[in-house]
């Protein structure tokens, strides 16, 4: 049931392989009933012409056989208003740093569940939070910050927000105002608390990933 009787938030789903596209719909229609699919297409071009896009949320692939870049998509889509995830079976760090510099408001490699990726968008436009599996594999459902989110301080926030954005270990400690060996603590500890949530982040692309799964670059 939908808390307070809301109506569920509209979806709209591109990549270019219509079995994907069918597969993530028909997912969100089993398992996640706050939200409603209502754009499925494997072409940009028909995205467009579609009626009913762009929705309240936009999860497209970011690599299509239409030569339309993703700056390009994702601007499209932000300056109608709506949010923005891009997925990708491609992974490295400019790859994180060009999708979430053209202004996605959330980036996956597609081997992330999909449970993981609507909470994420839950967050991201201010819904309820849902329950989802525990990402060991071994407790019962839980809340999804719960699962999610390891406590970081506010240091470690900070220098995890600013090595994201690009800048080196030294460049961070000169940001905060605090010794390198400061900063690289601060990074480490944040890498060794994803590492107990069962969230490896040992390089940089995927401490990137998970910043911007959290909700920490937007």
């Not at 910050?145 to 390891?150: F, T």
């Not at 270990?169 to 107990?196: C, D, H, I, P, W």
Request: charged share 25%.
């Amino acid at each position: 049931m939908q808390a307070h009787n809301k109506p569920p938030v509209t979806l709209a789903v591109l990549d270019d392989h219509g079995l994907l596209v069918d597969s993530i719909s028909s997912w969100f229609d089993s398992h996640a009933t706050d939200f409603v699919v209502t754009v499925q297409e494997t072409s940009w071009a028909r995205c467009l012409a579609d009626s009913k896009f762009p929705a309240r949320v936009v999860l497209m692939d970011y690599q299509l056989a239409e030569p339309v870049s993703i700056e390009a998509r994702v601007l499209t889509c932000k300056a109608a208003g709506a949010t923005v995830v891009v997925m990708s079976a491609l992974g490295g760090e400019e790859l994180v740093d060009r999708i979430m510099g053209a202004g996605a408001d959330a980036f996956f490699d597609k081997s992330t569940s999909m449970a993981i990726v609507a909470a994420r968008i839950r967050s991201l436009v201010g819904m309820e939070p849902q329950g989802v599996p525990s990402l060991g594999g071994n407790s019962p459902t839980q809340h999804a910050d719960a699962v999610l989110r390891p406590r970081l301080s506010a240091g470690e926030e900070r220098a995890l927000v600013l090595y994201c954005q690009g800048l080196a270990t030294n460049e961070v400690a000169e940001s905060m105002n605090v010794q390198f060996e400061t900063a690289k603590t601060y990074l480490r500890r944040v890498r060794e608390k994803y590492a107990r949530a069962d969230r490896p982040a040992s390089r940089r692309a995927d401490l990137v990933r998970r910043a911007a799964e959290d909700g920490y670059l937007t």
